[in-house]
């Protein structure tokens, strides 16, 4: 039979830019850009290659984007990449880790 593959796309980078704007080495314009183009461009080659692997796409931790203004900014970026209809869903916890716990007071869904 077939093994089924499955790849986590690009752990770090997307969360990194919205949670890291003000670090030059992370926010600057041509990193953004790259990172952008180069997720973008991975997804869909992986696409056009083969329909037997299943993809996510890496989302960080809740302590980088369970902040309203970071998830808000990740989704605008993901959602420029038009890339959504070749990803099965997101993973979390990939790059870096956040231990489940309890939600911190000033969540402000």
Excluded at 17 to 34: F, I, M, V, Y
Aim: hydrophobic share 40%; proline share 6%; glycine share 10%.
């Amino acid at each position: 039979g077939k093994v089924p593959i499955v790849l986590v796309i690009e752990p770090d980078s997307l969360p990194n830019l919205s949670t890291n704007q003000a670090d030059p080495r992370c926010g600057n314009p041509a990193t953004a850009k790259a990172y952008r183009e180069g997720i973008a461009y991975a997804v869909k080659s992986i696409a056009e290659a083969t329909t037997a692997v299943t993809m996510y796409l890496d989302a960080g931790h809740g302590g980088w984007l369970g902040w309203k203004n970071n998830m808000e900014d990740f989704v605008r970026t993901v959602s420029g990449l038009d890339v959504a209809q070749h990803l099965r869903g997101f993973a979390t916890n990939v790059a870096g880790y956040q231990a489940l716990g309890e939600m911190c007071p000033e969540y402000d869904w």
